[in-house]
């Protein structure tokens, strides 16, 4: 299994980025996909997350009307809409899929908003 993530960049605030998570190896359907994020000095926390199967989602308090989690099967992709983006919101930002006892991650991508 391999996850791809791209998408980040500099964006000013109040700015949009949509990140993408390019998954190979791994059906949706079966796994649970979502984003995390890791600010220079802190601990890395779950943004988002969605289950492939029920479409239920869950979004950090933060996050929750700026940033949709989404997933495209046709493509096996899953993106991260963040809109009114704010400095607090840099970091990298990583994608990750759990599929039973198992936990994948991605490489990171940089997303740095400038106020």
């Known amino acids: 299994v391999q996850l791809q993530a791209s998408g980040g960049g500099l964006v000013r605030a109040g700015g949009s980025l949509r990140l993408s998570c390019a998954v190979s190896?791994?059906?949706?359907?079966?796994?649970?996909l979502g984003w995390f994020r890791q600010a220079p000095g802190k601990r890395r926390e779950g943004v988002s997350a969605?289950?492939?199967?029920?479409?239920?989602?869950y979004y950090l308090d933060s996050v929750k009307d700026r940033f949709t989690i989404s997933l495209d099967s046709a493509k096996n992709t899953m993106y991260l809409q963040m809109n009114n983006l704010k400095p607090e919101d840099t970091a990298v930002y990583y994608c990750n899929a759990v599929d039973g006892p198992y936990d994948y991650w991605g490489h990171g991508t940089l997303v740095t908003v400038s106020s």
């Open positions: 969605i289950n492939s199967r029920t479409g239920r989602t």
């Open positions: 190896g791994l059906t949706f359907g079966e796994a649970a």
